[in-house]
């Protein structure tokens, strides 16, 4: 296991999902989806409960929108999804020609634009894609298209928008213009060999970058000119993205996954799936609703 910083990291949510994923937090809770379960969760950690919908297909993500409801990123689309009834509503399809891809992760900048990219269900296709959409109104973001695209993440200075392919191990970095468009893209971040693969990231309210780490045993913290701060060790190997909740967002909660782990693996690994949570020593900020 990587070295990292000595910090408690505890299991605060046994759903052992085979693929968490999108945790964010909205209300008083931290919502997040089991991709391959095709379920949507949402947890308060103040009393344990937790409750959980299915959704029509694989669901990457789900976030709050505008209207009070939520926006579900489902293999299908964009789909407006009413927790209270449990109805998901296809809302708009970016790729109908693309039927071996899905969508994957997502995002919303400050305007409330969602920013949500696609990917390769086989995982070896370039055929994933980044996506904006504002006010009903989706687009190419006009990035090269890779195998997985990950972790949208919004720098609210400037703003600024951090897309990651997962497989190539970089995270970009590019500004949004005030029309909705992205200015050249950089190399931010490039995790080297044998670190595991950049999953899920998010911003905390230092402006500092948190990558979550698939197959690299925990999380890393990344300062705004792209130098690694610090990094979290895990007890399991897959983790997939984090989300700062709880009293002032202080709380950083992180799904994690048991997709490609072994029968041996998953014997050394018996909390691999969890929802965990540790102490960040730094505040999050709160998620933008969407404009859909």
């Known amino acids: 296991m990587p070295g990292g910083a000595e910090m408690t990291v505890t ?11 999108g945790p964010v937090w909205h209300g008083d809770g931290l919502w997040f989806v089991d991709i391959k379960g095709r379920r949507i969760h949402r947890f308060t950690p103040h009393d344990g409960a937790s409750r959980q919908w299915q959704a029509p297909d694989q669901v990457g993500w789900v976030l709050p929108s ?18 209270a009834s449990g109805q998901f509503a296809l809302l708009h399809d970016p790729e109908p020609g693309q039927p071996g ?62 897309h990651t392919d997962t497989l190539g191990k970089t995270i970009w970095q590019a500004a949004i213009n005030n029309d ?9 971040v490039v995790i080297e060999d044998g670190a595991g693969y950049p999953d899920g990231s998010v911003i905390d309210a230092e402006g500092c970058l948190w990558v979550a780490l ?17 990094t ?31 029968a041996a693996e998953l014997a050394d690994q018996p909390l691999a799936g969890n929802v965990f949570s540790f102490d960040p020593g730094v505040a999050g900020l709160p998620v933008v609703p969407a404009n859909i």
């Open 66 to 83: 505008v209207r009070g409801d939520m926006i579900a990123g489902v293999k299908t689309g964009l789909h407006r999804f009413d927790p």
């Open 232 to 262: 979290i060790r895990f007890p399991v190997a897959n983790v997939t993205k984090i989300a700062f909740g709880g009293e002032n967002l202080a709380t950083a909660f992180a799904t994690t996954a048991r997709k490609g782990l072994n």
């Open 11 to 21: 299991s605060v949510l046994a759903v052992a999902a085979m693929l968490g994923e």
């Open 101 to 162: 891809n899905r969508l994957n992760d997502a995002a919303t900048d400050p305007a409330g634009r969602l920013w949500f990219g696609s990917m390769d269900d086989g995982e070896t296709l370039a055929s994933g894609r980044l996506y904006s959409c504002d006010a009903g109104t989706c687009r190419d973001s006009g990035l090269p298209p890779v195998v997985i695209t990950n972790g949208p993440a919004i720098q609210r200075d400037g703003p600024t928008l951090y």
């Open 180 to 188: 909705g468009s992205l200015g050249p893209a950089r190399r931010h």
């Open 214 to 230: 698939y197959g690299g045993w925990g999380v890393r913290r990344y300062d705004p000119a792209g130098t690694l701060m610090q």
